[in-house]
T-cell receptor, first 109, second 115 residues
């Protein structure tokens, strides 16, 4: 079936390094994608979004890349900090939002 | 309100009992979504409201699950005859527009434990 999935369920990085979290989607009709961050015991929080007419969008310390040819989405976090430790979800729009399984990011001080 | 509010934050119930979970979306948000998150898992879509109507109920796992929304605002998710596999965090989100457009704002969730 159609799904949104993540390549790596867990990721550990050293503080100060860059992090890359990947996501694959299967519906080529999806035209809007969002990355969310979920800290333990809290609801997901919006990080950054991107529309299908773009291939890159930058925010503060975060960049989202969209490759529609291979239906791949990635979230890059620059200079990762301990406060970035969380589970990261990508979500695709198909009338409502469908979320991937999530990647748990651990930042090692 | 300032954000999406959910209650109760924690609910422990016995197998077979009915439970109601409440969501107060951000004022003015027309779309409301319910998701379920099992321990260490992703977000499973349950139902989506646009105003008071539910264009998509496809994610409700069984007929024990139902939801309603009144006045284009508060929503209640009801689980009848709860089972242990219903144990999860139930997350509510709202957005200004529907149809998967725009940012979703999530509540803190209602953690349901069925003994």
């Amino acid at each position: 079936g159609e799904s949104v999935g993540l390549h790596l369920p867990t990721l550990s990085v050293q503080e100060g390094d860059n992090s890359i979290i990947n996501c694959a989607y299967s519906n080529s009709a999806s035209d809007y994608f969002i990355w969310y961050k979920q800290e333990s015991g809290k609801g997901p929080q919006f990080i950054i979004d991107i529309r299908s007419n773009m291939d890159k969008r930058q925010g503060q310390r975060v960049t989202v890349l969209l490759n529609k040819t291979v239906k791949h989405l990635s979230l890059q976090i620059a200079a990762t900090q301990p406060g970035d430790s969380a589970v990261y979800f990508c979500a695709e729009n198909r009338n409502q939002f469908y979320f991937g399984t999530g990647t748990s990011l651990t930042v090692i001080p | 309100g300032a954000g999406v509010s959910q209650s109760p934050s924690n609910k422990v119930t016995e197998k077979g009992k009915d439970v109601e979970l409440r969501c107060d979306p951000i004022s003015g948000h027309t779309a409301l979504y319910w998701y379920r998150q099992s321990l260490g898992q992703g977000l499973e879509f349950l139902i989506y409201f646009q105003g008071n109507s539910a264009p998509d109920k496809s994610g409700l796992p069984s007929d024990r699950f139902s939801a309603e929304r009144t006045g284009g605002s508060v929503s209640t998710l009801t689980i009848q005859r709860t089972q242990q596999e219903d144990s999860a965090v139930y997350l509510c989100a709202s957005s200004l527009e529907g149809r998967g457009i725009g940012e979703l704002f999530f509540g803190e969730g209602s953690r349901l434990t069925v003994l």
